[in-house]
């Protein structure tokens, strides 16, 4: 369950709170993830099942915060109905009039919206801008650094949307 606690437009504007269940050696935890409007995790409270073991280093210590993160972002951003549901309220025409309108604010947090929910949603962000603005790659990459400057691209989902590509094979230097 995802708790909205503030919407800043500068950043993701998919902050909460997302309860998740994990087991440790056979014993019953919840893991409440607090996840700020820059995307990353500023919060985590692990509980035992009542009448299990406690909570020790052991616990902690089996936690992937990495994936936790991932998962709930993507828990936050479907909440929200997902990619597919950003796609659904961005209409043809809306589409349209951000690109004719150019790198202006509103149409970089436009932007910033597809490349989030792109990266939470394991899709190659820059061919998400690309497709549902229907621009060029060179402009939509120029748009994305242009929305990352401007604030609503997160540094955290930047750097996650940095290690997609697209189903290109990656270029590996001479002597790898």
Same mark, same amino acid.
């Given at each position: 369950?995802? %708790? ?7 950043? %993701? ?5 997302? %309860?998740?269940?994990?087991?440790? &050696? ?9 996840? &700020?409007? &820059? ?8 509980? *035992? ?15 992937? +915060?990495?994936? @936790? ?7 936050? +951003? ?7 549901? +950003?796609?659904?309220? @961005? ?5 349209? @009039? ?7 604010? *509103? *149409? ?15 899709? &190659? ?7 549902? +603005?229907?621009?060029?790659?060179? %402009? /939509? ?8 400057? /401007?604030?609503?691209? *997160?540094?955290?989902? /930047?750097? /996650?949307?940095q290690t997609m590509r697209s189903g290109r094979p990656r270029r590996l230097p001479a002597g790898e």
């Open positions: 369950m995802t %708790t909205e606690r503030h919407n800043d437009a500068r950043a %993701t504007g998919i902050s909460g709170t997302v %309860t998740t269940e994990i087991k440790v &050696d056979g014993a019953a935890y919840t893991v409440e993830i607090g996840i &700020d409007a &820059d995307a990353r995790v500023e919060s985590v409270k692990v509980t *035992s099942a009542p009448g299990g073991p406690p909570v020790t280093g052991t616990v902690f210590r089996a936690l992937r +915060l990495q994936e @936790l993160q991932r998962a709930a972002l993507a828990r936050a +951003l479907h909440g929200r109905g997902g990619m597919p549901a +950003l796609l659904e309220t @961005l209409t043809a025409e809306e589409a349209e @009039l951000t690109r004719l309108r150019g790198p202006v604010p *509103s *149409s970089l947090e436009t932007t910033g919206r597809i490349y989030t929910a792109a990266v939470v949603s394991r899709l &190659d962000p820059a061919k998400q801008v690309e497709t549902v +603005l229907k621009m060029p790659r060179s %402009t /939509a990459i120029r748009w994305i650094r242009l929305s990352k400057d /401007a604030g609503y691209i *997160s540094p955290a989902v /930047a750097a /996650a949307g």
